[in-house]
Protein backbone atom coordinates (compact mmCIF):
# COMPACT_ATOMS: atom_id res chain seq x y z
CA UNK A 1 0.00 0.00 0.00
CA UNK A 2 1.32 3.52 -0.83
CA UNK A 3 2.98 5.65 2.01
CA UNK A 4 0.16 8.52 0.84
CA UNK A 5 -2.79 6.14 1.21
CA UNK A 6 -1.64 4.48 4.51
CA UNK A 7 -1.47 8.68 5.95
CA UNK A 8 -5.28 8.94 4.33
CA UNK A 9 -6.29 6.16 6.44
CA UNK A 10 -4.70 6.45 9.70
CA UNK A 11 -5.94 10.13 9.77
CA UNK A 12 -9.47 9.28 8.71
CA UNK A 13 -9.11 7.02 11.70
CA UNK A 14 -8.02 9.51 13.61
CA UNK A 15 -10.73 12.06 13.28
CA UNK A 16 -13.47 9.21 13.35
CA UNK A 17 -11.92 8.60 17.21
CA UNK A 18 -12.58 12.25 18.07
CA UNK A 19 -16.05 12.15 16.61
CA UNK A 20 -16.52 9.65 18.68
CA UNK A 21 -15.08 10.70 21.65
CA UNK A 22 -17.11 14.15 21.25
CA UNK A 23 -20.06 11.98 21.17
CA UNK A 24 -19.18 10.13 24.23
CA UNK A 25 -18.15 13.24 26.17
CA UNK A 26 -20.22 16.15 24.86
CA UNK A 27 -23.92 16.73 26.44
CA UNK A 28 -26.27 19.60 26.26
CA UNK A 29 -26.06 22.27 24.04
CA UNK A 30 -22.20 21.92 23.13
CA UNK A 31 -23.55 18.25 21.80
CA UNK A 32 -25.34 20.13 18.84
CA UNK A 33 -21.91 22.72 18.00
CA UNK A 34 -20.41 21.35 14.92
CA UNK A 35 -17.22 23.98 15.35
CA UNK A 36 -14.80 21.76 17.02
CA UNK A 37 -15.35 18.25 14.83
CA UNK A 38 -15.11 20.28 11.16
CA UNK A 39 -12.33 22.43 12.71
CA UNK A 40 -10.56 19.58 12.88
CA UNK A 41 -11.60 17.66 10.27
CA UNK A 42 -10.10 20.16 7.82
CA UNK A 43 -7.06 19.85 9.88
CA UNK A 44 -7.07 15.81 9.79
CA UNK A 45 -7.19 16.57 5.80
CA UNK A 46 -4.93 18.95 5.56
CA UNK A 47 -1.97 16.62 7.64
CA UNK A 48 -2.75 13.56 5.90
CA UNK A 49 -2.16 15.31 2.54
CA UNK A 50 0.63 17.28 3.31
CA UNK A 51 2.62 14.44 5.59
CA UNK A 52 1.63 11.56 2.89
CA UNK A 53 2.88 13.62 0.14
CA UNK A 54 6.39 14.75 2.64
CA UNK A 55 7.20 10.75 3.35
CA UNK A 56 6.20 10.14 -0.40
CA UNK A 57 8.98 12.54 -1.43
CA UNK A 58 11.58 11.60 0.82
CA UNK A 59 11.01 8.28 -0.71
CA UNK A 60 10.82 8.63 -4.13
CA UNK A 61 14.11 8.15 -6.56
CA UNK A 62 13.13 10.29 -9.47
CA UNK A 63 11.96 13.33 -9.26
CA UNK A 64 8.27 14.58 -9.94
CA UNK A 65 6.60 16.93 -11.99
CA UNK A 66 3.79 19.05 -10.03
CA UNK A 67 1.30 17.28 -11.98
CA UNK A 68 2.02 14.50 -10.66
CA UNK A 69 2.73 15.36 -6.53
CA UNK A 70 -0.97 16.71 -6.67
CA UNK A 71 -1.81 13.35 -7.99
CA UNK A 72 0.16 11.99 -5.25
CA UNK A 73 -1.47 14.53 -2.35
CA UNK A 74 -4.59 13.99 -4.07
CA UNK A 75 -4.05 9.65 -3.36
CA UNK A 76 -4.10 10.67 1.04
CA UNK A 77 -7.13 13.21 0.67
CA UNK A 78 -9.06 10.81 -1.51
CA UNK A 79 -9.09 7.55 1.26
CA UNK A 80 -9.40 10.24 3.77
CA UNK A 81 -12.64 11.54 2.33
CA UNK A 82 -14.09 8.55 1.14
CA UNK A 83 -13.86 7.06 4.65
CA UNK A 84 -15.20 10.47 6.57
CA UNK A 85 -17.81 10.42 4.34
CA UNK A 86 -19.31 6.93 4.80
CA UNK A 87 -18.45 7.15 8.74
CA UNK A 88 -20.50 10.24 8.38
CA UNK A 89 -23.69 8.48 6.73
CA UNK A 90 -23.47 5.66 9.51
CA UNK A 91 -23.14 8.55 12.54
CA UNK A 92 -25.57 9.86 11.44
CA UNK A 93 -28.36 7.11 10.57
CA UNK A 94 -27.33 4.82 13.07
CA UNK A 95 -24.84 6.56 16.08
CA UNK A 96 -26.65 9.82 16.35
CA UNK A 97 -30.03 10.31 14.64
CA UNK A 98 -31.07 12.44 16.80
CA UNK A 99 -28.66 15.31 16.00
CA UNK A 100 -30.40 15.58 12.44
CA UNK A 101 -34.11 16.27 14.21
CA UNK A 102 -32.35 18.32 17.18
CA UNK A 103 -31.18 20.58 13.71
CA UNK A 104 -34.96 20.35 12.51
CA UNK A 105 -36.77 21.64 15.27
CA UNK A 106 -34.32 24.29 15.94
CA UNK A 107 -35.15 25.36 12.30
CA UNK A 108 -38.40 25.19 13.00
CA UNK A 109 -39.04 26.95 15.94
CA UNK A 110 -36.50 29.72 14.33
CA UNK A 111 -39.11 29.47 11.20
CA UNK A 112 -42.22 29.87 13.97
CA UNK A 113 -40.86 33.31 14.98
CA UNK A 114 -40.58 34.84 11.69
CA UNK A 115 -43.88 33.52 10.71
CA UNK A 116 -45.59 35.11 13.79
CA UNK A 117 -43.83 38.63 13.28
CA UNK A 118 -45.18 40.57 10.91
CA UNK A 119 -42.27 42.73 9.45
CA UNK A 120 -40.41 39.85 9.32
CA UNK A 121 -43.35 37.52 7.53
CA UNK A 122 -43.59 40.57 4.93
CA UNK A 123 -39.68 40.43 4.37
CA UNK A 124 -39.91 36.36 3.70
CA UNK A 125 -42.71 36.97 1.55
CA UNK A 126 -40.60 39.35 -0.39
CA UNK A 127 -37.67 37.76 -0.53
CA UNK A 128 -39.10 34.92 -2.55
CA UNK A 129 -41.39 35.10 -5.53
CA UNK A 130 -43.15 31.86 -4.76
CA UNK A 131 -44.05 32.71 -1.17
CA UNK A 132 -46.16 36.23 -2.18
CA UNK A 133 -49.42 33.85 -3.33
CA UNK A 134 -48.75 31.21 -0.06
CA UNK A 135 -50.37 31.90 3.09
CA UNK A 136 -48.64 30.59 6.33
CA UNK A 137 -49.74 27.33 6.29
CA UNK A 138 -48.43 26.50 2.66
CA UNK A 139 -44.96 28.54 3.43
CA UNK A 140 -44.22 26.72 6.55
CA UNK A 141 -44.78 23.05 4.80
CA UNK A 142 -42.71 24.17 2.04
CA UNK A 143 -39.84 25.20 4.16
CA UNK A 144 -40.25 22.39 6.72
CA UNK A 145 -40.24 19.68 3.62
CA UNK A 146 -37.10 21.44 2.69
CA UNK A 147 -34.74 21.25 5.78
CA UNK A 148 -36.31 17.55 6.38
CA UNK A 149 -34.27 16.82 2.72
CA UNK A 150 -31.48 19.40 3.95
CA UNK A 151 -30.87 17.48 7.44
CA UNK A 152 -31.27 14.49 6.39
CA UNK A 153 -28.08 12.04 6.69
CA UNK A 154 -27.73 11.58 2.89
CA UNK A 155 -27.64 15.07 1.85
CA UNK A 156 -25.26 15.70 4.84
CA UNK A 157 -23.06 12.77 3.52
CA UNK A 158 -23.57 14.12 0.31
CA UNK A 159 -22.54 17.75 0.86
CA UNK A 160 -19.35 16.68 3.37
CA UNK A 161 -17.93 14.54 0.15
CA UNK A 162 -18.62 17.20 -2.05
CA UNK A 163 -16.88 19.77 0.35
CA UNK A 164 -13.93 17.42 1.51
CA UNK A 165 -13.25 16.36 -2.11
CA UNK A 166 -13.00 20.00 -2.96
CA UNK A 167 -10.62 20.63 -0.26
CA UNK A 168 -8.20 17.61 -0.73
CA UNK A 169 -8.01 18.91 -4.27
CA UNK A 170 -7.44 22.67 -3.21
CA UNK A 171 -4.82 21.17 -0.28
CA UNK A 172 -3.34 19.21 -2.50
CA UNK A 173 -2.32 21.85 -4.76
CA UNK A 174 -1.53 24.36 -2.20
CA UNK A 175 0.80 21.52 -0.36
CA UNK A 176 2.74 20.71 -3.64
CA UNK A 177 3.37 24.63 -4.16
CA UNK A 178 4.55 25.11 -0.99
CA UNK A 179 6.60 21.25 -1.11
CA UNK A 180 8.34 22.58 -4.14
CA UNK A 181 9.18 26.76 -3.79
CA UNK A 182 10.70 25.71 0.08
CA UNK A 183 11.10 21.76 1.04
CA UNK A 184 12.58 20.27 -1.93
CA UNK A 185 13.22 23.04 -4.18
CA UNK A 186 14.80 21.69 -7.73
CA UNK A 187 18.30 23.09 -7.89
CA UNK A 188 19.54 25.79 -10.35
CA UNK A 189 21.53 25.21 -12.87
Not at 110 to 120: A, C, G
Request: hydrophobic share 45%; proline share 4%; charged share 20%.
Amino acid sequence: MRITVKFGLIFAAIWIGFKLVLFATLTGAARYDLGPAILTNILCLLLAISLGLYFHKRQEEEDNNALGDIKNGLSAGLPYTVIVSIFLYFYYTKIDPEFNQHQRSEAAMQLEKILEDPDQFKQMKASNADFEVMDKDQIRESILTNQRAMYSPQAVTTIGLLGMLLLATVNSIFVTIVYRRLIFPKPRE
